[in-house]
């Protein structure tokens, strides 16, 4: 090959994936355009640029605090998550009677169980923070689990 054309090709990486989202976004307007789809059901692309535009501070000044819990959550997950895999990984009995519990809690929704955490906590951090742990601890467990038992 054309080391010219390679390089080239290189360049341009980056425009196919510019032109799919281009061809979404002008597939998302035109399915609201056609079906007559009300804006509260799926607003337009240019109802959420301007919205996003107006609302940029508090959006800002509220992606502290998500991040916050987010990565909180996701701290406890690992804290609790490890050890349960090392558990997990370290004896067969273990892993008999926890593996199928783990399982079974990831049939029940996380969106079933936010509002109960908001009912039971309050609005506060706390809820945010449980909700981030219970969907980081499975795939940490899991992940934990397959990297002890292939050392």
């Known amino acids: 090959m054309n080391p010219s054309h390679d390089r080239l090709h290189q360049r341009l990486a980056w425009l196919r994936p510019l032109i799919l989202l281009v061809l979404l976004v002008v597939g998302w307007d035109l399915a609201i355009r056609l079906f007559r789809i009300p804006p509260y059901q799926i607003p337009a692309p240019a109802d959420v640029v301007a919205t996003l535009w107006e609302e940029w501070p508090m959006l800002l000044s509220q992606a502290w605090p998500t991040t916050l819990a987010t990565v909180e959550g996701f701290l406890l997950s690992a804290a609790f998550g490890i050890p349960v895999a090392m558990l997990i990984a370290g004896s067969r009995t273990v892993e008999s009677y926890l593996y199928p519990l783990l399982v079974f809690s990831q049939s029940i929704p996380k969106i079933a169980i936010a509002p109960l955490f908001v009912?039971?906590?309050?609005?506060?951090?706390?809820?945010?923070?449980?909700?981030?742990?219970?969907?980081?601890?499975?795939?940490?467990?899991?992940?934990?689990?397959?990297?002890?038992?292939?050392?």
């Open 119 to 151: 009912v039971w906590f309050g609005f506060g951090a706390l809820p945010k923070v449980l909700s981030a742990f219970l969907l980081g601890f499975f795939p940490v467990v899991v992940s934990a689990v397959q990297g002890f038992n292939s050392i």
